[in-house]
């Protein structure tokens, strides 16, 4: 069983500059969610992937998008970076969009300057 | 839509000392309540997690409680070790298609 793998890990862009960031889900599950966690802070909820349908979406701008593909990975992009987008970006995995434990990748740590 | 406040924001023991980090939710639909360990440069790891049809549930050294009637949770770590140090996040949902609030989480040290 393969967990939730990130990347890339870290990455520098510079203001107005686009970002994609990638997820591999654990193998059997079918929903991603996104979090940012900005430094010191609790992991904020993006928006979350069921069976490739955006399945809600946190208070975050549309500049903030995402994809799921058929195999369950997933992909957030962000456009015209801000340097307030400077944080750990978090992809998590579940079985179902119900509550349960989800399982988190270890981060894409995305600088602004 | 549900606020997760946290407290302490750090908390330093002695080792082998308890460790309590509270946490309060305004939904009172919320029935869903997990917490998190984070250790430096790690991925969040879930270590316990209750849901609103019980008080209290223990897995070893580490407990938690919750009290519907005052929406708040808390998360109990006895004979505390030095790998217990880590950031600490609790959390809740809804039952449906709704994500995890969480807290801002407890930065525990524990002392040797």
């Known amino acids: 069983e393969t967990g939730v793998t990130q990347s890339p890990t870290h990455l520098i862009k510079t203001r107005g500059q686009q970002v994609t960031l990638r997820c591999s889900s654990q193998s059997g599950h079918n929903t991603v969610s996104w979090y940012q966690q900005a430094l010191g802070q609790g992991p904020q909820f993006i928006f979350q992937y069921y069976r490739e349908e955006e399945n809600g979406r946190g208070n975050f701008p549309p500049r903030f998008s995402g994809l799921q593909f058929p195999n369950y990975s997933s992909e957030l992009n962000v456009n015209a970076l801000e340097l307030d987008d400077s944080a750990l970006y978090l992809c998590?995995?579940?079985?179902?969009?119900?509550?349960?434990?989800?399982?988190f990748g270890e981060g894409s740590r995305l600088t602004v300057l | 839509g549900e606020n997760v406040e946290q407290h302490p924001s750090t908390l330093s023991v002695q080792e082998g000392d308890s460790a309590v980090i509270k946490c309060t939710y305004s939904?009172?639909?919320?029935?869903?309540f997990p917490w998190y360990k984070q250790e430096l440069g790690k991925r969040p790891q879930l270590i316990i997690d209750?849901?609103?049809?019980?008080g209290e549930k223990k897995d070893q050294r580490i407990a938690v409680t919750l009290n519907k009637t005052a929406k708040h949770f808390s998360l109990h770590i006895t004979e505390t070790q030095p790998e217990d140090s880590a950031v600490y996040f609790c959390?809740?949902?809804?039952?449906?298609?709704?994500?995890?609030?969480f807290g801002k989480g407890t930065r525990l040290s524990v002392i040797a």
């Open positions: 959390a809740a949902s809804k039952a449906g298609n709704t994500p995890l609030v």
């Open positions: 209750i849901r609103s049809n019980v």
């Open positions: 939904d009172s639909a919320s029935n869903y």
């Open positions: 998590a995995s579940s079985w179902g969009a119900s509550t349960g434990e989800l399982f």
